[in-house]
């Protein structure tokens, strides 16, 4: 019986096998919600093998391939394949800027993310391609650095007049290594499974909110270009049929979309075009060394468009074009050269490196680069390796073509598809936009925020709309750790329209960042809590007074510093402006807005500091102004931006969609938050010290700010969930 079924398992193509074996995984990884036993590390071993004979083929073949050819036959073929390779650029970047198309008209804000402040690394082309230590670039996977020093060691053999032995042992070498790719290709439906399995298991449903466009439109255009414009171009234009190409890549393609990784299937594409290349009839003149030099050009083609921005790496263009359009400062059609010249060289290196730096040059939002991180794991990674495999496929067959001079040049068929597919793009595009704009949208950025709870305590608190007047005179000689002691409750000032430090959540329950700081403070004091909304410039008396003890958190400027005794900063947010969605490409830049006469800036009263006015916003009328709220109301629409905290900000955009954060470049040094505490209280001020001191050492500041700042959930980063409080006393 067994012996039965493994001969009925043999007769099945591999692909096919692959594929089967990967939809098994997904329908079991989706019924499952979590990874089977031993699943993680077979797929993680599996992709390790891949990469392991990876590295070593895209040298070998780069040296034997340039090496074995002669000088005149390097120069003949590389005019041909820059011909050729810029056409099928031409080609797929046309779809990219056709793609936007699809996307509705939806508006959408975020919670603050510390991407939005981060500082993109400046793209360094010459070192990401002058390898000063190849066996550095080697040992630690620097794709471009590898093949540019193989070019050159294929370059350098090239000239060597005997040759033949060296080129010998390398081919030997490079064939030892195939060998070795296809005895793990064996194990693949087991890895492929493994993989379907596991991705299907850890998706998070969650993640897909916001990116349902991006990712769609993305799948159309892949499977546009993959499965019909790129093979449908060779196939009209050269002796392979539509149906041949896609078979013979099919086992490249599966295994690079279920692994996300076009770099691991580089050897199963090399010689599996190498052998296409062979079967085609030979040249009229029956050139047999030309037909070997072909044969050697996917060893060449292949591993070098690993590291070129083109195939699957143009995604990255259209996920610009996404997150303008999704932060609503849209990239216009008459910013498409630019968008090609100063996005297209950034793809030398990673997209992950690449992406920040584009939404930097278009004022998108950097906390976009989550969605992207997101998108990539989920699927679009595996979609930008697919249309890889297809890219470099139909550059080699094509390059291939031409050299052997066997154009086949059908126009009937071209001049079909030159008019059909284009349409037939756009209807796709098109009817996407209508089934976007069918599906019933709902904006959740304000219910997200505003149904947020407490994650760790839950301190009994008395919440007061103003002060009680008559009670707790300040005594003499009673310090305020005694005094909180004495009464039970700690007595905290807190700022009315402070998001997300301190606000209201739907149910009226006073919530926020301070407050659930100040709910452990009281709970290591031992103590309950009466929390009482007063005005900033009641603050100084009402503590003075000791009938505050603190309050919540406060800027730390020198305006603040003089009025106020302020504790060591728990936390920081840096300096941004709210504006206008259309209006963010004139906040961009600190030393336009410092040029400007005609602006108008409102500062809230508590961020609003008189010498930094006065030193830096010597042309611009600025306004101070008592609560942020006043800055979205229409009687006040002549404030061009309002100067405020990037944190404090991004929470007022979740309610004001329509608006959007901006932190000019160059970003400034961030601003200290503090609490403001009882004047003349040297023990309250430094037990406050050591205690903030030892909350930011465990890192629970930290996992209240991603909470509550930053919208993360709570079992995303350190896993607390919140906890009753149950106090028990033992007698001996």
């Known amino acids: 019986m067994f012996t039965k079924l493994s001969h009925f398992m043999s007769k099945i193509p591999s692909s096919s096998r692959i594929l089967l074996a990967m939809m098994i995984g997904l329908v079991l990884g989706s019924l499952s919600s979590s990874v089977y036993v031993g699943v993680n590390e077979l797929a993680n071993a599996f992709v390790m093998l891949l990469q392991m004979t990876a590295l070593p083929y895209i040298a070998l073949s780069l040296i034997v391939g340039i090496g074995s050819l002669s000088p005149l036959k390097v120069t003949n073929t590389l005019k041909v394949t820059l011909v050729i390779l810029m056409a099928l650029l031409v080609v797929v ?10 996307f509705p008209n939806w508006k959408s804000a975020d919670f603050y993310s510390l991407n939005t402040i981060s500082i993109t690394p400046e793209f360094d082309i010459i070192s990401l391609f002058i390898p000063t230590n190849p066996f550095y670039a080697l040992a630690n996977g620097l794709i471009p650095s590898v093949v540019l020093f193989s070019i050159f060691m294929g370059i350098g053999l090239m000239q060597v007049k005997v040759k033949k032995h060296t080129l010998s042992v390398l081919n030997s070498l490079n064939k030892a290594v195939v060998n070795v790719s296809i005895m793990v290709m064996r194990f693949a439906p087991i890895g492929i499974f493994c993989i379907a399995q596991r991705a299907a298991a850890t998706i998070n449903s969650e993640q897909l909110d916001g990116l349902q466009v991006y990712i769609v439109t993305a799948a159309v255009l892949v499977l546009l270009l993959s499965f019909i414009v790129l093979p449908a171009i060779v196939a009209t234009i050269t002796p392979f049929g539509y149906r041949q190409i896609l078979k013979s890549s099919r086992e490249a393609m599966v295994t690079a979309f279920a692994t996300g990784s076009f770099f691991i299937v580089i050897p199963i594409i090399v010689e599996k075009m190498k052998h296409l290349i062979e079967q085609m009839p030979a040249t009229e003149n029956g050139n047999k060394t030309l037909k ?15 590291s070129l921005p083109v195939g699957g790496k143009l995604l990255a263009l259209l996920f610009t074009l996404f997150a303008a359009w999704f932060s609503g400062s849209q990239v216009n059609t008459s910013d498409y050269l630019q968008l090609l010249i100063a996005g297209i060289p950034q793809l030398f290196g990673t997209t992950t490196l690449a992406i920040p730096n584009l939404l930097d040059i278009f004022n998108v939002p950097s906390s976009l680069f989550d969605l992207f991180l997101v998108a990539e794991n989920i699927i679009v990674g595996r979609l930008n390796a697919l249309l890889s495999v297809v890219f470099s496929i139909s550059l080699v067959l094509l390059i291939a073509t031409s050299m052997l001079k066997k154009f086949t040049f059908k126009w009937r068929s071209f001049s079909l598809y030159l008019i059909i597919l284009p349409i037939l793009s756009v209807i796709a595009f098109i009817s996407l936009r209508f089934t976007f704009d069918a599906i019933t949208y709902q904006y959740q950025g304000y219910s997200k925020f505003i149904e947020r709870d407490f994650i760790l305590l839950d301190v009994k608190a008395k919440v007061l709309a103003e002060r009680e007047l008559g009670v707790d005179k300040k005594t003499p000689n009673v310090s305020v750790l005694e005094r909180i002691t004495q009464r039970g409750f700690i007595r905290v000032g807190y700022f009315r329209d402070d998001l997300p430090y301190t606000f209201h959540n ?11 700081i100040i709910n452990l403070l009281a709970d290591d004091l031992g103590v309950s809590i009466e929390f009482v909304r007063i005005y900033h410039n009641q603050a100084k008396q009402l503590l003075s007074s000791g009938y505050l003890d603190m309050t919540t958190g406060m800027p730390v400027t020198p305006h603040n510093m003089k009025k106020y005794t302020l504790t060591v900063p728990y936390s920081s947010q840096s300096i941004a402006f709210l504006v206008k969605e259309e209006r963010r490409k004139e906040f961009s830049d600190w030393q336009n807005i ?7 800036i409102g500062i809230p009263e508590i961020f609003y500091s008189e010498n930094i006015v006065r030193r830096y916003f010597k042309k611009a009328t600025v306004w101070e102004i008592s609560t942020p709220r006043l800055f979205f109301k229409e009687k006040y629409e002549n404030i061009d931006a309002m100067l405020f905290g990037a944190a404090t900000a991004s929470a007022w955009t979740l309610i004001n969609p329509e ?21 003349d209280d040297s023990t309250f001020e430094i037990y406050l010290r050591n205690w903030i001191f ?9 996992q209240l700010f991603h909470y509550w700042i930053a919208g993360k959930k709570p079992n995303t980063y350190l896993g607390f969930t919140k906890q009753p409080i149950r106090k028990e006393t033992v007698h001996d």
């Open 93 to 102: 970047i046309t779809f990219i800027l056709l793609a936007p198309i699809a």
């Open 292 to 306: 070997a030099d072909v044969s050697n050009m996917p060893s060449i083609i292949v591993p070098i468009s690993f």
């Open 506 to 516: 739907n149910e009226g329950k006073l919530v926020g960042f301070d407050i659930e």
């Open 594 to 600: 410092f040029a400007r006469e005609d602006l108008i």
């Open 659 to 679: 608006y959007t954060v901006i932190v000019p470049k160059p970003a400034r040094p961030e601003l200290s938050m503090a609490f403001a505490i009882n004047t």
């Open 694 to 702: 030892m909350m930011q050492k465990n890192h629970t500041i930290d």
